[in-house]
């Protein structure tokens, strides 16, 4: 039976990639809203960090004429989606509950095509963050970081001390994340903006890219051995219990220290990458409602109303670690990172601070963010020097854009 045929008629067949502990349990937030409100769940999960595997099984799917009703998107990929004509048009239920006045413009640039909502956006995550364990801190006289000359004088800390200094998944998603903020680090804003959004060659090719490159390879040199091909939240687990002491990664990763039952301030501490405390990469995961020919569904309707409740933002983001997608949602029942996050992403979005993730799809489409990602990777892994990778970067980027 193919799961197409297993879909009972008022069941949402859901496409997503949160598999981890933390991510699962945020899902069954959004199962049980959606339960409770009579529809049937089809749950169908493709693991892998960052989404890449799920975009592969759902163009597999839509080529077999077989697309599932609700697909987890990022950034470019629903404009992609969108544009093909392959989403259902979402403007009744999104003029019914008023979403173009509570979502920020930020988010609507990927949840509308030529003016029509195509889906659902679920929330805010943002990838310029550092977890790291209080207690490996405290025990190493460790204060939290705010100059890259801190943090690199605390990984020596560590490392002399026998802990791994950064916990790392050795994967192309894992470290163009990391990319995100070392390069905001270096390049600033407007550098920042002008290499991975208008893909200015110049900036590519600046000595502040070499720059980038070389804190990477500072950032290689403080991972553990086994790093290779290691899962995003293995690399957390490793901070949760005290076998490294940073890790750098998107809010996601708060999700597994919850998960844990570990305690922000506690246990474990948030703090935006040295260097980047005034601005928030983001990017936002969204439910992309696929047309099942005919108007949109009622189940659709039914997922695409939840997602936007304001309740239903608060009890997910809590658990998931981002942040809402509404701007009208109290920040009440967010725990200390989380209320931290509210207020950065606000206050990054009022002074021009705010862009999109490269990592994560909302900074150029997905063949611009796939060519940089071998490249980073690539440098990461030695086959590259920082010179030659940004060399490599240029070109590569002129070829996919
Ligand atoms: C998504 C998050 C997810 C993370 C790791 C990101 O692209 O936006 O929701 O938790 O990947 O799987």
Not at 39 to 46: A, E, H, N, Q, S
Not at 100 to 109: F, G, T
Not at 168 to 176: I, P, S, T
Not at 193 to 206: M, P, R, Y
């Amino acid at each position: 039976m193919t799961s197409a045929t297993m879909v009972a008629a008022d069941d949402v067949e859901v496409l997503h990639w949160w598999t981890s502990g933390g991510e699962a349990a945020a899902l069954n937030v959004l199962k049980q809203d959606l339960e409770g409100q009579g529809i049937g769940w089809t749950d169908m999960p493709v693991a892998g960090g960052g989404g890449e595997q799920a975009m592969t099984v759902l163009r597999a799917r839509v080529t077999a004429g077989n697309a599932p009703t609700a697909v987890q998107g990022l950034g470019f990929d629903i404009l992609d989606w969108g544009k093909e004509g392959a989403l259902a048009d979402l403007n009744e239920v999104a003029a019914k509950e008023g979403w173009d006045e509570v979502v920020p413009d930020a988010l609507k640039a990927f949840a509308k095509v030529d003016g029509k909502w195509v889906s659902a956006p679920v929330n805010v995550h943002s990838t310029n963050w550092v977890w790291a364990n209080k207690s490996v801190l405290d025990a190493n006289g460790i204060a939290v970081p705010t100059s890259w000359e801190d943090f690199t004088a605390a990984l020596e800390t560590l490392k002399a001390a026998g802990i791994t200094p950064i916990a790392h998944g050795g994967q192309a998603w894992q470290e163009a994340t990391v990319f995100d903020a070392v390069a905001m680090s270096v390049l600033g804003p407007d550098g920042y903006k002008a290499a991975f959004v208008d893909l200015d060659e110049a900036t590519l090719g600046s000595d502040a890219m070499k720059e980038a490159f070389d804190r990477m390879a500072v950032i290689r040199a403080n991972v553990d051995d086994n790093f290779s091909g290691r899962d995003w939240n293995l690399a957390t687990a490793m901070v949760i219990n005290g076998e490294a002491g940073f890790q750098m990664m998107g809010d996601w990763a708060k999700g597994e220290f919850l998960n844990a039952g570990k305690v922000p301030g506690e246990d474990f501490l948030c703090f935006r990458f040295p260097g980047t405390a005034d601005q928030v990469t983001f990017n936002a995961d969204q439910f992309m409602m696929f047309d099942q020919g005919g108007p949109v569904s009622a189940e659709q309707a039914a997922l695409a109303s939840a997602i936007l409740s304001p309740s239903f933002q608060s009890a997910f983001n809590v658990v998931k670690g981002s942040v809402p997608a509404r701007t009208d949602v109290s920040d009440a029942d967010f725990d200390a990172c989380g209320k931290q996050g509210m207020k950065d992403l606000a206050a990054a979005a009022a002074s021009g601070n705010l862009f999109g993730s490269m990592a994560h799809g909302h900074a150029a489409p997905a063949s611009v963010k796939n060519a940089i990602y071998d490249v980073v990777t690539a440098h990461f892994n030695g086959e590259f020097d920082s010179e030659t990778a940004v060399d490599e970067l240029v070109d590569a980027v002129s070829i996919a854009k």
